[in-house]
């Protein structure tokens, strides 16, 4: 292939999966500029890295799987520097499609859920997208490069302390 269609088909599949970026950038920054530093750069290393793509998996596991360590490793950049990264309050992992208008108590629970993500560490917090992303534990541990049994183990742990923490939550009681 030459390399205009190398570009081409490279942008196609960037667009074709733009939604991967959009979801990482938002969970693992809060400023729009920081969002739209991290995104280029996640094209970037997909760009760069773009040889070690194995054409027998699906492009989309692979796209995580670089864009979560981009994100890691800017998060830890930023945080280095003193700058605080937050979990996007416009950015909503799950889909409320099917709630009545008006439910504000669900939206609370959401909002709630998502300040608790946000808490997580980095690791624990691409668990959780992934897993509201209803990705199968083949795919999250072909991402993360955990076993499936890890995921497992972690996500049960990750949904009891999040469980934990809305019961302690006195609004909730």
Not at 26 to 53: A, P, T
Not at 142 to 148: K, M, P
Request: one cysteine or more.
């Amino acid at each position: 292939m030459n390399p205009t269609d190398q570009h081409a088909a490279f942008l196609q599949l960037i667009q074709d999966n733009k939604g991967i970026l959009f979801k990482i950038s938002h969970s693992y920054c809060h400023n729009r500029d920081d969002r739209e530093d991290l995104m280029q750069e996640i094209v970037y290393q997909l760009w760069k890295s773009g040889e070690s793509f194995d054409t027998h998996r699906k492009f989309s596991t692979w796209m995580y799987r670089i864009a979560l360590n981009v994100a890691i490793s800017f998060y830890r950049r930023q945080r280095r520097s003193g700058l605080r990264i937050t979990f996007g309050g416009d950015l909503h992992l799950m889909e409320l499609e099917d709630r009545p208008d008006g439910d504000e108590e669900l939206e609370e629970k959401v909002d709630l859920l998502q300040q608790f993500i946000s808490e997580l560490g980095e690791l624990d917090k691409a668990l959780m997208i992934l897993y509201l992303e209803e990705k199968s534990y083949r795919e999250i541990a072909e991402v993360l490069g955990i076993t499936e049994t890890n995921v497992a183990t972690k996500l049960s742990r990750i949904k009891g302390r999040l469980k934990e923490q809305f019961l302690n939550k006195k609004t909730f009681l």
